[in-house]
């Protein structure tokens, strides 16, 4: 079994017995909130899954190593970097390609810089929601580092990556 799987259920069983103690009808009541949310996002995730699907057929290993794999360290971690600036979706469309590409063979360097990058600058979101509440001097502060940060944490990323998989092993 999974250790993220078995974290996870340890955290949702104290939850649970938490709230049980704490108020005895709130366990239902959090379970019809996760029945909301679910029915908020399951398209959403329905469709990132297919899309991964559909990544892991179309995008041929080769291709995949040649643009995202360890033999060319700079080229992957700056395709990682313009990707996670410009690939649209939310978290439900990113992480299921990621985990589709990681199992394929890319390195992780570029996959944590487009990870860095996709979280860290949204222009959509700058667009619509920082620039109009925060206004363009705090929404440019923010945005210059977010923009210039994702390759610096894809090197230390793949470097620590190794360190935790020899620690692994």
Do not use: C
């Amino acid at each position: 079994m999974d250790p993220s799987l078995l974290i996870l259920l340890a955290m949702v069983l104290i939850a649970e017995i938490v709230a049980a103690v704490w108020r005895p009808d709130m366990p239902f009541e959090a379970l019809k909130g996760s029945a909301r949310l679910l029915r908020g996002v399951w398209l959403d995730l329905l469709l990132g899954f297919i899309f991964a699907g559909l990544a892991d057929v179309l995008i041929p290993q080769p291709v995949l190593s040649r643009w995202l794999g360890s033999q060319r360290p700079t080229q992957a971690i700056l395709v990682g970097w313009a990707a996670g600036l410009l690939i649209p979706g939310g978290p439900y469309l990113v992480f299921p390609i990621l985990a589709s590409l990681f199992q394929k063979g890319a390195a992780p360097g570029p996959l944590i810089t487009l990870i860095t990058a996709k979280t860290l600058v949204s222009p959509v979101r700058m667009l619509t929601y920082e620039a109009p509440l925060l206004g363009w001097p705090l929404t440019l502060a923010r945005f210059v580092p977010g923009v210039l940060l994702p390759p610096f944490m894809g090197i230390v990323g793949a470097w620590l990556f190794a360190v935790f998989s020899d620690i692994a092993h």
